[in-house]
């Protein structure tokens, strides 16, 4: 089972206190894209294996909504920060790195 540490109120829940909220960082696409673009904004997301960022809130805490860095074949929660923040952490790209070398970096 996943567990997050929630970044507003400190509290680590599992994944059946939350609500995942699908791809993080996506870039919204404004009224004047194309329609494909726009298709592709609402339909397509990434489905990575490994290293993957997502949206989660805390339904049954706080009601925010975070993101938090994980891999996806071995489910290990490398952290979580604020949604409004537009990158991931220094501190969670370095994290990441030291795992996994191999990793490509974090690109929108």
Known sequence: MLKFKCPYCQFVADETELVSGGEAHITRELGS???????????????????HFER??????????FIAARCTLTMEVFGTYSAQT????????RKIKSR?????????
Do not use: M, T
Not at 56 to 65: A, E, I, P
Not at 100 to 108: E, Y
């Open 33 to 51: 894209s194309s329609e494909k673009d726009f298709a592709d904004y609402l339909f397509y997301r990434k489905n990575p294996r490994g290293v």
């Open 86 to 93: 537009l990158k991931p952490p220094a501190s969670i790209i």
């Open 56 to 65: 989660w809130l805390h339904q049954f805490g706080c009601g925010k909504w």
């Open 100 to 108: 996994r070398p191999d990793w490509k970096g974090f690109s929108k």
